[in-house]
């Protein structure tokens, strides 16, 4: 995940999918639905893999923390995301970072609540990133996170390994079974995980109703050509389809320290 997964133009083509600040599916609602049994209010919050912070002004503007820290490894996401909090008006609250890959830049017991939403499938040692979690997490901290975990059966399903053959991006990707099992053995307590793919497979649906739609398209195809239309709609119809399968399956992670 070095340089330019994520860049410029890669960023617009998402937000037109997902909405200004967003670089993966469901918006302010799917962020309050992570942390929909997580008390928020006056905590410490880190949001890890934070993106162009669409995220951490959600959870700033709607939850009420009394600091949320951003970091991620791509310097350009972390020049749009400082200003989109700007432009929010919210960087009293949110210090987005850019860090580097390996263990987390922060002392031991310094957060409440540890976040993130869709990044981890990028992280290839999920085993050390869990233990950093919970080193950065205070007594009785909360970690809770999505990620984007495949089914026990995945490699054998026509479905998933079309989409994994159309997608552009590097992903480690594991089982339900060896998440909880990699959480456990991390130190966490209580872990938890809540599949989203009901939600995902309609999510989806959606979206590729919303691409084909000629006024959005129009615009898509302004910006990007109809090659890159094309190539959207196809990884996204793919997607779909790996999720209606059963070999991707978003999920919510949970546990606390």
């Known amino acids: 995940m070095a340089d330019a997964h994520y860049p410029p133009e890669f960023v617009a083509g998402l937000e037109m999918q997902w909405g ?3 670089l993966s599916p469901g918006g302010p609602e799917e962020v309050t639905e992570i942390l929909r049994n997580v008390d928020v209010a ?7 893999g934070c993106g162009i912070a669409g995220p951490a002004i959600t959870i700033a503007s709607e939850l009420a923390p009394s600091k ?9 996401l972390i020049e749009k995301g400082t200003e989109n909090v700007a432009a929010a008006k919210l960087s009293d609250l949110i210090n987005l970072q850019l860090v580097s890959v390996g263990p987390l830049p922060f002392a031991d017991e310094s957060f409440d609540i ?9 992280v290839e040692d999920k085993s050390e990133l869990y233990k950093e979690v919970l080193r950065v997490l205070k007594p009785g901290g909360v970690f809770a996170a999505s990620d984007w975990l495949r089914g026990e059966n995945a490699d054998e399903l026509d479905g ?3 989409w994994r ?3 552009v991006l590097d992903y480690t990707m594991e089982t339900d079974r060896e998440t909880r099992a990699e959480m456990t053995r991390a130190g966490f307590k209580d872990v ?3 599949e ?6 309609e999510s989806v649906s959606q979206e590729v109703a919303m691409m084909r739609n000629p006024d959005w398209r129009s615009l898509f195809v302004e910006a990007f050509g109809e090659d890159g239309y094309q190539r959207k709609l196809a990884v996204r119809s793919a997607n779909g389809r790996a999720a209606e399968c059963g070999g991707l399956i978003p999920t919510h992670l949970f546990g606390t320290k």
């Open 20 to 22: 200004a600040g967003y």
């Open 42 to 48: 006056d905590k410490t919050v880190l949001d890890i």
């Open 68 to 76: 949320v820290i951003g970091i991620d490894i791509e310097s350009f």
């Open 114 to 122: 540890v976040f993130s939403k869709d990044s981890l499938i990028h």
């Open 160 to 162: 998933y390994n079309e």
């Open 165 to 167: 053959s159309l997608a």
């Open 192 to 194: 938890d995980t809540r």
């Open 196 to 201: 989203r793919q009901a939600w995902y497979v």
